[in-house]
C-alpha cells in the first residue's frame, strides 16, 4: 500500500511539471518600465504569452477588451491612478490576477482583500508560482 | 393651691422659654439660607444666641482635626463692635486661629460640659483676655456637638446680672441648632462648589455628557447634544439619538450600548456623529454604569469628546508610511533591475560597479528632486548642470546649454534627471566629452505636442567625435532607458541616432503633470 501511495504522489509531482504555463495570455499591467521589462522576460521565459505590458488604466481596459487573457498581475499604484477598476473587469470576465505592489494588503478596499499579493522587490522564482498557482497547476502555499 | 398657682407660673415661664428658645431655633434656620460663608452663618447664630441669653458679646471656635487646638470660626458682630471702640486704629480684623485648649472655654471642651462663671477672674482656669478685649464680668460656654461628638464651643459673654442656669439650658437647646445649619451651610457651600467645578469642566472639556437610566432613556447635558446634532431632547430620547449617528456606524452602535446597558459594562466607542449641517465628526463615545449597593446598574454615565483631528491625522499617518512603503520597495525593485540589466551588459567588474554606483547616484538625485519638490518645480538648466557635475564636466567651450527657464514638473525631472546621466556617461566614455575638440550642444525648448499638450523638447548634440567601430550605447542600459523607458513611464517621445561626428538625442516630454493618487 505504502509503496503504491509513494509512486501515486511521485506520477502527480510528474503530471503537475507536465502542465507547464507554455502558451497562457499573461496581462502585465505595471508603470514602472524596468519592473514591467523584468516580468515581461521571467514570464516569456516559461512560454507565455504576455499581453502589453501597459502603465496605465485606460490602456489596460483597451487590452482586457480587445485581448483574449487568461491571467493578470497588477500593480495597485500605477503613477497616476490605482488599479481597482481592471480589477473590477477582471474579476467581471472571471480573469485570475494577483497583486505585485510596494503596498500591505490591508491598504487595499475591501472587495480586494482575498486577490493573492506580492510585496516588492519580489523574486521572479516567487511570480512564477504564484500565477502557476492561479493557473490551477499549483497550490498556493 | 398656692402651689399649683406657683407651678402654673413655672410652667408659663418654662413654656415662654421653651417658646424663646424655638423661636431662635427657627430664626437661624431661617437666616441661615441667606449667608453666604459659614463665618457669615456662625456671626447670625451668636447674636441669636446673645439675644436668647441676655449675653454683650460671643463667639464661637471648633476643633480642628487633631483636635488639639481650637479654631476660631466666628466672632459676633457686637464683639467686633466692642473691639474695634477699644482698638480704634486698625483692630484685628481677622478670626484668630488655633487657639490652645486652655482658659474657660478650653475648660468647656476639656470637660466637654457648659460652664457658668459669673466671677471669671477668679475662676481657677482663669487666663486673663487678650488685648482689647472688653473685660469678661461673666461668662457661659456651652459644648458644640454634632451627633453626640464635641466638635467645638460656643463662648458667651458679660450678661448683666451674670448668666442663670435657664440662660444655659436655654444655650444648650439651641447649640444643636447652629450646629446643624452649620453643617448645612457647609454641606450647600461645598454642593455649590462642586457644581461650579462641574460647570467650568463641562465648559473647559470638548466633550458632551449625558446621563442614562435603564431602560436606555438619555438625558443628554445641558444643550450640547442639540447644539451639536440639532436634535432637541424629545427627539434624542428613546434611541432617536442613533438617527445622528453615521449610517455606516449606526449598528455597530446600537448593538455596543445594548451590549453595555446588558452587561452592566462600561464602553468604549468610536463613531461619526452628523452635526446639524450635515457634516459627519468622529466621537469617541465613553459610558461607564452607576452602581447601587446591590452593585447592579442603576443608570450610566457617558461622554462624547471630538476626536476628528485626531482621526484625521492618523488616517494621514497611516496613507503616509503605506506610501512610504510602497516607494521604497517601488525603488528598490528598480535598483535591483537596473542592478541586473548593469550586470548583464558585462565587462570588467571595476567598470560595472562604476556604472552601477553612477546609475544608483542618479536615481537618488531624482528620488530626491521628486519627494523634495512635491508641490514646486524643477529648474531643467539647473538639473542638467547637475548631472554633468556629477561625471566631473562643467559647461565652457566644448559644452553649451541654452534654452529658456522651464519650470519641470517633478516626473519629468526624473525621466531627463536618469536621461542626461547615461548620455554623459556614455559621453565621457565613448564620445564629446572624452575626445579634444569635440563639442557638446544642449538646448531645449517648448512647444506643443498634437493634442495641443505643453512639452518640452530636449536636444543633445556632440559634434567632431571620431567614429567608433562599436558603440556601446546601441545595446546598453542608456539605450533602453532612453528608447523604452521613457516612452513607457513619461509619455515621451525619443530619438537616439549615431550620426557622423557623435551622439544625437531628441527628447519629447509632457509637462502636463497627472495627478498622481495621494
Redesign the interface.
Known amino acids: 500500500m505504502r509503496d503504491r501511495a509513494a509512486v501515486a504522489r511521485g506520477r502527480t509531482t510528474i503530471l503537475t511539471d507536465a502542465i507547464t504555463l507554455n502558451g497562457r495570455r499573461l496581462l502585465i499591467v505595471e508603470d514602472e518600465y524596468f519592473i514591467a521589462s523584468d516580468l515581461k522576460r521571467a514570464l516569456e521565459a516559461q512560454g507565455m504569452v504576455v499581453v502589453g505590458p501597459v502603465g496605465r488604466v485606460a490602456d489596460a481596459l483597451t487590452l482586457i477588451e480587445r485581448e483574449p487573457i487568461d491571467v493578470a498581475t497588477l500593480d495597485v499604484n500605477l503613477g497616476t491612478a490605482m488599479c481597482y477598476p481592471i480589477a473590477e473587469q477582471l474579476q467581471a470576465r472571471g480573469v485570475p490576477f494577483l497583486f505585485l505592489t510596494g503596498y500591505d494588503g490591508w491598504t487595499l478596499p475591501e472587495w480586494l482583500r482575498d486577490v493573492p499579493l506580492l510585496i516588492k522587490p519580489f523574486d521572479s522564482a516567487a511570480v512564477i508560482a504564484a500565477v502557476r498557482a492561479l493557473c490551477g497547476l499549483e497550490r498556493v502555499t | 393651691m398656692k402651689a399649683e398657682i406657683h407651678d402654673e407660673t413655672d410652667l408659663l415661664e418654662t413654656l415662654a422659654r421653651k417658646n424663646a428658645v424655638l423661636q431662635a431655633i427657627n430664626r437661624i434656620f431661617h437666616e441661615a439660607l441667606g449667608a453666604t460663608s459659614d463665618e457669615a452663618l456662625g456671626r447670625l447664630c451668636l447674636a441669636v444666641a446673645e439675644d436668647l441669653t441676655g449675653a454683650s458679646f460671643s463667639f464661637m471656635a471648633e476643633l480642628t482635626p487633631a483636635r488639639d487646638r481650637l479654631h476660631d470660626l466666628a466672632i459676633s458682630d457686637r464683639a467686633w463692635t466692642v473691639f474695634r471702640r477699644a482698638w480704634p486704629e486698625g483692630a484685628e480684623q481677622h478670626v484668630p486661629t488655633h487657639l490652645d485648649l486652655h482658659g474657660l472655654y478650653g475648660r468647656v471642651i476639656l470637660d466637654d460640659a457648659s460652664l457658668i462663671a459669673n466671677d471669671p477672674a477668679a475662676h481657677p482656669d482663669a487666663i486673663g483676655t487678650p488685648h482689647g478685649h472688653p473685660p469678661l464680668r461673666s461668662f457661659l460656654g456651652v459644648p458644640l456637638r454634632r451627633r453626640g461628638r464635641l466638635i467645638g464651643v460656643m463662648g458667651l459673654g458679660n450678661r448683666v446680672g451674670g448668666f442663670r442656669e435657664i440662660d444655659r439650658e436655654a444655650a444648650e437647646e439651641l447649640a444643636p441648632a447652629i450646629v446643624q445649619a452649620l453643617g448645612g451651610k457647609r454641606a450647600e457651600l461645598a454642593l455649590r462648589e462642586s457644581e461650579d467645578m462641574r460647570r467650568v469642566s463641562m465648559e473647559l472639556v470638548p466633550a458632551m455628557l449625558w446621563r442614562t437610566d435603564q431602560s436606555g432613556n438619555n438625558k443628554m447635558s445641558e444643550s450640547q447634544w442639540a447644539d451639536l446634532t440639532g436634535q432637541d431632547e424629545r427627539e434624542a430620547a428613546d434611541w432617536g439619538w442613533l438617527e445622528a449617528v453615521h449610517p455606516e456606524d449606526r449598528v455597530a452602535t446600537e448593538a455596543t450600548f445594548r451590549r453595555s446597558f446588558a452587561r452592566d459594562e462600561p464602553l468604549e466607542h468610536q463613531v461619526r456623529l452628523r452635526d446639524r449641517h450635515g457634516a459627519y465628526r468622529w466621537f469617541l463615545m465613553r459610558q461607564v454604569p452607576r452602581r447601587d449597593e446591590a452593585s447592579s446598574a442603576t443608570h450610566w454615565f457617558g461622554a462624547a469628546t471630538d476626536v476628528h483631528d485626531m482621526h484625521l491625522l492618523e488616517e494621514r499617518q497611516r496613507?503616509l508610511v503605506?506610501e512610504l512603503?510602497?516607494?521604497?520597495?517601488?525603488i528598490?525593485?528598480?535598483v535591483?533591475?537596473?542592478f541586473?540589466?548593469t550586470v548583464e551588459a558585462g565587462g570588467a567588474l571595476e567598470d560595472v560597479a562604476d556604472h552601477f554606483r553612477g546609475r544608483l547616484d542618479a536615481l537618488a538625485r531624482t528620488q530626491a528632486i521628486v519627494t523634495q519638490t512635491a508641490s514646486g518645480n524643477v529648474d531643467l538648466q539647473n538639473l542638467i548642470r547637475d548631472e554633468l557635475l556629477s561625471v566631473g564636466v562643467a559647461d565652457g567651450e566644448a559644452v553649451t546649454i541654452a534654452g529658456p527657464d522651464v519650470p519641470l514638473p517633478p516626473?519629468a525631472a526624473e525621466a531627463i534627471g536618469l536621461a542626461i546621466h547615461e548620455l554623459a556617461i556614455n559621453s565621457v566614455k565613448y564620445g564629446a566629452l572624452k575626445c579634444p575638440g569635440a563639442l557638446l550642444h544642449i538646448a531645449w525648448s517648448t512647444d506643443g505636442d498634437r493634442d495641443g499638450k505643453r512639452r518640452v523638447r530636449l536636444t543633445w548634440t556632440e559634434k567632431g567625435v571620431p567614429a567608433l567601430a562599436i558603440s556601446p550605447c546601441r545595446q546598453g542600459f542608456g539605450t533602453?532607458l532612453i528608447c523604452?523607458?521613457l516612452p513607457?513611464?513619461y509619455g515621451a517621445e525619443t530619438r537616439l541616432t549615431f550620426v557622423g561626428g557623435g551622439v544625437r538625442c531628441e527628447i519629447a516630454l509632457p509637462l502636463q503633470e497627472?495627478?498622481?493618487?495621494f
Open positions: 496613507r503605506a512603503q510602497h516607494r521604497v520597495r517601488n528598490l525593485t528598480v535591483r533591475s537596473v541586473s540589466r516626473r533602453e523604452e523607458a513607457y513611464q497627472e495627478g498622481r493618487p
